[in-house]
């Protein structure tokens, strides 16, 4: 098996610049390529191969995204009996993420609707939010400036799935507060149409991450765009996932030792010295070892690692941080995995959350679940280390990827200004303060005239002992010092044109940053943009 091979993924740094590796025209290739691959993968997952898992695996989550579809009041896509040809997958968390997220869900559209098939995106649900606030931008004195617009009011660390919002008025009123800090910057920002749509699923009580994505989902619907879509903890919930978990389970050791030699490796090969980064290696605490898994109880909604004892012929599953495990699974290495499966099958019932970590997440989605995967930048650059830690489980070259990411500005006012203007003008200061005498007028005193003669002199010179350099050094300084009242509005006026130009250039800054929220975005213009990436999928709903 090949070792792991430093790669550089850069987000492009012009408007409309787009990171597609492999190239986009390359992807249907790479979906038939996988498809062959998958079909001769022969892996034994406690007793049911990798063929009947997958297809069962398929099956599942396409009926749990038709469900969802319907459940949030989105028409779901025509399927074709037995699944897709071709299923194009990605996923991200339920974020008002940046456009360069947001690509994915319309290139995978377009990818799979070459192949007369819908995608699929999965709402990773069981993740974390990083903030409650979004970045905003606005004019204060007609300066550029960024600010933070608060969407909720919370504290903790509970998953997108079990986090509830906590002050509905404060949460309806967002759109209102962002519109009054943009001031017009943008003029038909998509938080416009896409804040309404959240409106729809106050009653009830829905999670925060359910009103976002679906939200999201319905707006993609109205713009023509017809993937399907499932929240990852409800695939967490279904049988062909029960059985992939029993499998790495039942081989949790080897597992184990796989993940953390190849985290070694990973951290070797970056010069990584943090212990955390890019992921935790997975420990033991006795008889129990740390699985690629997270648990949690509905009622104290703490994601926590899920720790595993196996025993001769079964094995305890605990919560971490509890004293008592909360189940016993009839599995070991050798067991035929299906009464496991039957077990685990009962968590939702009892009020605990079995749910994938990154690596996992993906290799699930994958190896059982897609023909193409759509990856983000970060999400790649995870799985090189996932891909060494699948290759050596599972003992098969990983189906490949696409990665991309799409940079897209939001249309502000830019300041005239320059990396290259500041260099230049950083050197015309070096140069005033290090050689007054090339920047003054040809009218020349005498006194002046013999300063510069000096300095010349001093430059030809070649001093051989230590004492006679630090003596010129001397004098080429004194000299510097009498000549510097000569050049000194130039240098005055050079300063104040090197603080403009920096200025300027952080304001570009924000002007350019990619990574403002899809919502502050000109309707129209990311529309046209993002609709461009899902060629021959749209319908006549997409139409202006």
């Excluded at 004293?323 to 599995?331: A, I, R, S």
């Amino acid at each position: 098996m090949s070792r792991m091979k430093p790669t550089r993924l850069r987000a492009p740094s012009n408007d409309g610049g787009l990171l597609a590796s492999p190239p986009l025209d390359e992807a249907d290739a790479l979906v038939d390529a996988n498809i062959r691959r998958s079909a001769s993968w022969e892996h034994d997952f406690q007793g049911r191969p990798a063929s009947w898992l997958r297809g069962q695996v398929r099956r599942q989550a396409v009926a749990e995204a038709v469900a969802y579809l319907r459940e949030i009041g989105v028409e779901p896509p025509a399927v074709a009996e037995g699944g897709p040809d071709g299923l194009v997958v990605t996923g991200h968390q339920p974020e008002m993420f940046h456009p360069g997220v947001w690509v994915k869900n319309f290139a995978a559209a377009g990818i799979a609707g070459r192949r007369g098939a819908p995608a699929l995106n999965l709402v990773v649900d069981d993740d974390i939010p990083k903030a409650a606030s979004i970045r905003v931008p606005s004019l204060d004195g007609g300066r550029l400036v960024v600010r933070r617009v608060e969407f909720d009011r919370w504290e903790g660390e509970a998953p997108y799935e079990d986090l509830p919002v906590r002050d509905e008025g404060f949460f309806a009123s967002f759109d209102a507060r962002v519109r009054e800090e943009l001031g017009g910057l943008v003029a038909d920002p998509i938080v416009d149409a896409y804040w309404p749509e959240i409106g729809r699923f106050r009653d009830g009580g829905a999670p925060l991450g359910y009103r976002l994505a679906a939200a999201r989902r319905r707006l993609e619907g109205s713009w023509g765009v017809a993937n399907l879509e499932v929240p990852f903890s409800r695939l967490c919930q279904t049988e062909g996932f029960a059985w992939f978990a029993s499998h790495l389970l039942a081989h949790l050791a080897r597992f184990q030792s796989v993940h953390n030699q190849a985290l070694r490796e990973y951290r070797a090969l970056y010069g990584i010295r943090s212990k955390n980064h890019p992921v935790s290696a997975l420990k033991s605490e006795g008889d129990w070892r740390e699985a690629p898994f997270w648990a949690w109880r509905s009622s104290t909604p703490r994601r926590r690692p899920l720790m595993v004892r196996q025993d001769a012929r079964t094995m305890l599953l605990r919560i971490s941080g509890e004293p008592d495990p909360f189940l016993e699974l009839p599995l070991a290495p050798d067991r035929e995995g299906c009464c496991a499966v039957e077990r685990l099958l009962e968590l939702p019932a009892m009020g605990v959350r079995l749910r994938t970590r990154a690596l996992t997440t993906t290799m699930f989605s994958r190896y059982l679940l897609s023909d193409l995967f759509i990856h983000g930048i970060g999400g790649a650059k995870y799985d090189e280390l996932g891909d060494a830690v699948s290759r050596r489980f599972f003992d098969a070259e990983p189906p490949g990827f696409l990665t991309l990411s799409l940079t897209s500005w939001l249309g502000l006012p830019e300041a005239s200004a320059s990396p290259e203007a500041l260099a230049a003008v950083g050197r015309e200061i070096r140069s005033l303060e290090y050689n007054p005498d090339r920047h003054l007028d040809p009218d020349l005193t005498s006194e002046q005239a013999r300063l510069i003669a000096e300095k010349r002199a001093l430059a030809a010179a070649d001093p051989a002992g230590h004492r006679e350099r630090r003596e010129r050094f001397r004098r080429f300084r004194a000299i510097n010092e009498a000549l510097h009242p000569l050049v000194e509005s130039r240098l005055e006026a050079a300063g104040e044109e090197r603080d403009r130009l920096a200025a300027a250039l952080d304001v570009n800054r924000l002007a350019r940053n990619r990574e403002y929220s899809m919502v502050l975005h000109s309707q129209e213009r990311l529309r046209r943009v993002l609709l461009s990436y899902a060629e021959g999928a749209v319908t006549a709903k997409a139409a202006p």
